[in-house]
């Protein structure tokens, strides 16, 4: 009786561990890839009023694909990560070298603002997130997610898409998927005046945007996913931060000639 207690226990515990390791991992017919995850941080983040810094970075690794696709996706990936480490905090811009090195000048700031100022309460934090949010054997679509403070008066967080066609290998535009811009604009105008609960006449300068001459202006920061293609405009990009980011989505129904049919 005991060996077959210790046999299904020994069963459960190596159900339990396959599920765990294969948790992260995620695959199409294109491109396999697995999520990973580090973190690097000085003091005792667990209390919020003690001396902390933390990076946090989470991101897929990719495997294989054609024509090499994974390692151009980790090119792609590390670039982003990279640009938005650095773009966090003035000591990362001047510190050249990996990811680690990176995250490490910044716990080296953070560790020079506490010295100066021992009774500040102030937690520094960087939060570096892609996720894979669209995947098909031609297309993947990445969400860049970076939620940062490094002092001030508030956090600041920034999205960034990243749309990869994988028969090319290359990074698409919004002039690359759509055939027809003019009608796209159109449509683009109107879902971002009822995304922002604006009538047609509203004047877009006067609602608080930094549009001249009442001009809507396209979103460069664009998403494909399989319901449509989503808009998406940061804050301070187009408005005040008090007005905070813009969301826009646009389903594929509506969108009938105007997208290239490949995409």
């Avoid at 898409?161 to 604009?185: C, G, P, W």
């Avoid at 301070?236 to 969108?255: Q, R």
Wanted: glycine share 4%; proline share 5%.
């Amino acid at each position: 009786m005991r060996n077959q207690t210790h046999y299904w226990i020994a069963a459960f515990l190596t159900l339990l561990f396959s599920c765990n390791s294969q948790k992260n991992e995620h695959a199409n017919s294109a491109v396999k890839y697995t999520l990973q995850q580090w973190e690097e941080k000085e003091g005792d983040c667990q209390q919020p009023d003690q001396p902390c810094a933390q990076v946090t970075v989470e991101y897929p690794e990719f495997k294989g694909g054609p024509n090499k696709a994974g390692e151009v996706l980790n090119q792609v990936v590390n670039t982003a990560l990279e640009e938005n480490l650095k773009s966090s905090s003035p000591e990362n811009q001047q510190t050249p070298g990996n990811l680690k090195a990176q995250a490490a000048a910044f716990l080296k700031e953070y560790a020079a603002f506490h010295h100066e100022f021992p009774d500040s309460p102030q937690q520094w934090y960087i939060h570096l997130d892609i996720d894979v949010i669209y995947e098909s054997p031609q297309l993947i679509t990445l969400n860049v997610f970076s939620d940062a403070f490094t002092g001030g008066a508030h956090p600041n967080s920034f999205v960034k898409y990243i749309n990869i066609d994988l028969t090319q290998l290359k990074t698409l535009s919004i002039e690359d998927i759509v055939s027809d811009m003019a009608r796209f604009s159109e449509i683009a105008e109107l879902k971002f005046r009822k995304a922002r609960f604006l009538k047609p006449e509203a004047d877009l300068k006067t609602a608080g945007f930094f549009w001249d001459e009442n001009k809507f202006k396209m979103a460069k920061n664009f998403a494909c996913t399989k319901e449509g293609i989503y808009l998406y405009y940061n804050s301070y990009e187009i408005a005040p931060y008090a007005l905070g980011p813009t969301k826009v989505f646009i389903p594929y129904s509506e969108l009938e000639g105007v997208i290239k049919k490949q995409y």
